[in-house]
């Protein structure tokens, strides 16, 4: 089981430097890599594909107050869930905007796709692993002072999140290719099946 501040010693020991147990906060480096640690998560939760062991669906609640907003007829409230950080999709796909702690939409019925922030005691071995790169990486220059210990570690988390990112989208099963209506109008319904 991880937590930060394994993650964050584990940096510190691919560094060079003797693990830690705890945060000293009067100490520089310890605050700084506390901040680098937290950035770092949130870029990797939101930037490019969301990860999927960081998403849940939840059905939301539609309000009974009319919305304030004239273009939207219904408001839904965003999930209590205190680690709800980012709505990513909605169901079904259609318009919507957010604002406050809402959901505007013109859809009777709403189910959302969101990004949350899972406890790094939550987080896959992978996942461990490129954010502890990544965070090598930016505390590197301020530990080590050598450009090339920085290049070093920054190519292992690129590898490493590019990794990770192919291990997270198996969990999302293929989809088989369908003929749609182009196909269908150009050969037919059957694969096979020319027009006469």
């Keep these: 089981m991880t937590s930060k501040i394994a993650i964050i ?4 020991v691919l560094l060079g430097k003797s693990p830690i147990s705890d945060l000293d906060v009067g100490n520089p480096i310890h605050s700084a890599a506390s901040t680098w640690y937290e950035t770092l998560y949130d870029g990797l939760l ?10 849940a669906t939840q059905e939301l609640s539609r309000l009974v107050a009319e919305p304030i907003l004239d273009k939207w ?50 987080f896959p071995a992978w996942f461990t692993l490129a954010i502890t790169y990544k965070l090598s990486a930016s505390m590197a220059m301020l530990i080590t002072q050598q450009i090339t210990i920085v290049q070093l ?3 292992e988390s690129e590898a490493q999140i590019k990794s990770g990112r192919y291990v997270d989208s198996r969990s999302i099963p293929s989809q088989s290719l369908r003929p749609g209506a182009i196909y269908n109008a150009h050969y037919g319904n059957n694969i096979g099946e020319g027009t006469a």
């Design 46 to 55: 939101t930037v490019g594909q969301p990860w999927r062991f960081a998403m």
């Design 9 to 12: 010693s584990n940096a510190f």
């Design 153 to 155: 570690w920054a190519r």
């Design 73 to 122: 007829q219904y408001a839904y409230q965003l999930p209590t869930d205190p680690l709800f950080y980012m709505l990513d999709q909605v169901y079904p796909k259609s318009d919507f905007l957010i604002y406050e702690d809402k959901v505007y939409s013109n859809q009777t019925e709403l189910t959302i796709d969101y990004i949350f922030k899972p406890d790094a005691a939550d």
